[in-house]
């Protein structure tokens, strides 16, 4: 199980994904068997023993979920100081909200709501930020779809929060680095347990809204509960000597910790990063690697402080990473060097990752895109971060990079077509808005949809041949009025022209223009195509403008009502689809 003590280390030093347990809390006594490893500082227990452990008033529960469901993998339970500690969450975000000075973040781990606001503290690795970093950080990285893990901890109330009550607002937030199992570390109490009648699974923990389901009996959950016959100590820091002799090593606070038969090295064959002997953190060590170290367990002596180690990760320290930001000078793809204009000089290679956001345009993803865009006279603007290679110019190597053209933020449009210039590229919207189409337009489309067009000269067609004709999509801003958008996408569709309502008394008729005009001047014009809504033998309705001129000539009133396509405005003018004359 991540400890707490573990994840900070991992997150001061960069390490990712220390498995290991440790805790700082006192342990609940009576629990496990009396032949335990003397150095064991949890006990696994049985379903009824959590169950005995959870009714006895309120505790601490540290549970691990597996990756993909609301299912406990382990389970540890505390009791004493632990339900002092401050309450955490760690999962992994899936998007985030904020509006003035609040904020809320979605987790993928069961869509649970995390609040912030500008007095929560914020954190990324062991630097601070401030709340509009934190928002910024997390929304360009949902943006470029990596989804951040983070880290939320909050002060514990006097009593343990209702199991359906899914507050949880965050007096800290960070943002941490590498993979981490999803992991919820909160007080409890006998109301958090639900048993199962008919397992599968055994039972739930309840909290903050979510159902944890315990599967003990398949195997799947595991559940400790914490000694307390023990004092045991937890250590972290940098390497600075090893002495295979008394399979032993210092950190450089002074701190000794020797490896004994019971300790654990976390280690998996093949991880780049992680040591698995002491062997290998001597030979390190002689290499000039730097390697940091935490863990936990048993005081056996002090002045040094001397400790038994139970659990243990090494790991070689990466390099620190140096940010670096500004406009782009110059750039050489064929050698994947790029030059800001602050002097700085970036090396981009193969194991460098080029993020951008596949919705925006104003992000590149190559270095020949950014040559063209150079050679074109835009501006470019990079940022990210990397290792530093040398210092006189600063010349870093990337690990990750961004490219965005400093352009300002693209401006939808859509509307119907008024008319098309095709010489001119331009395309004119009802509301006065002008487009203009350049080469670089993608004009999108579904190709087994033939109300899509693909060209002006199709929409052309299409307006001379009466059709309505939408347009939508997004640009940058040229002028405001008239508002001229250089557009970047764009959509063509033929829709079906909006229908208008109608009504009112007639004022007159024109039997050979085909029109009638109502007293409010609204001019509806009724053709072979128009349905007018008559049966015969209804003495209160009319069927034809001729009807209508003869009841009008006897000084007969004549109402309608119906829909058409708007045609023109001042006077209003509708080409009724649909319509109905009566006295």
Known sequence: MVGRLVRRIASLTGMLGLAMTATACDVIPGIGPDDVDPYQFFSEVSLPEFEQLMQEGSGRVEVILTQDALVAREVEIRGGEALVDEEEIVG?????????SEGTLTLQLGNLNIGFTVNTAFCKGDGDLSFEQFVGHVTEAVAFEEYPNIKAQREPADQPQAPNDATFMADRLCLIGGDHANEIDINVDRDNLVMN????????????????????????????????????????????????D?????????????????????????????LGSLEAVAAALEAGEKVVSAG??????????????????????????????????????????????????????????????????????????????????????????????????????????VFKLDLPAPTAFEGEILSVDETAGVVTLVNGTELLIVDETEIKHEADDPRYLTSLGAVAEALTAGETVFAWGNGIAQSEEPLVIRVHHIVFKQMPPPMEDFSGTVASVDVDAGSVTLTDGTIVCVGEKTEIAYQEGDTNRLPSLQAVADALASDTAVYT??????????????DAKRIVFEI
Not at 561 to 574: N, S
């Open 92 to 100: 992994r975000v899936a998007s985030i909200e904020s509006s003035g």
């Open 197 to 244: 009648d008919a397992p599968p699974p055994d039972g739930w923990i309840q909290v903050l809204g979510l159902q944890i389901e315990l599967r003990v009996t398949e195997g799947i959950t595991k559940i400790n509960a914490e000694r307390d016959e023990l004092v045991k100590k937890e250590f972290a820091g940098k390497v600075g000597s090893v002495n295979l």
């Open 246 to 274: 008394r399979q032993a090593f210092e950190l450089t606070d002074g701190t000794v910790v020797r490896i004994v038969d019971d300790t654990k090295i976390a280690y998996e064959a093949g991880d780049e990063h992680r």
């Open 296 to 401: 936990y367990g048993v005081v056996e002596g002090t002045e040094p402080t001397t400790i038994a180690a139970m659990h243990v990760v090494f790991e070689i320290a990466p390099p620190p990473m140096n940010g670096f930001e500004g406009e782009v000078e110059q750039v050489d793809p064929d050698v994947g060097v790029v030059t800001l204009a602050n002097g700085v000089v970036v090396h981009v290679v193969d194991a460098t990752k080029i993020k951008s956001d596949r919705e925006d345009y104003r992000y590149l993803t190559s270095l020949d895109a950014v040559a063209e865009a150079l050679a074109a006279g835009e501006t470019v603007v990079t940022w990210g971060e990397g290792t530093l290679e040398s210092e006189d110019p600063t010349t870093i190597r990337a690990a990750c990079i």
């Open 561 to 574: 009502a119906g829909e058409g396509v708007v045609k023109g405005h001042e006077p209003l003018q509708i």
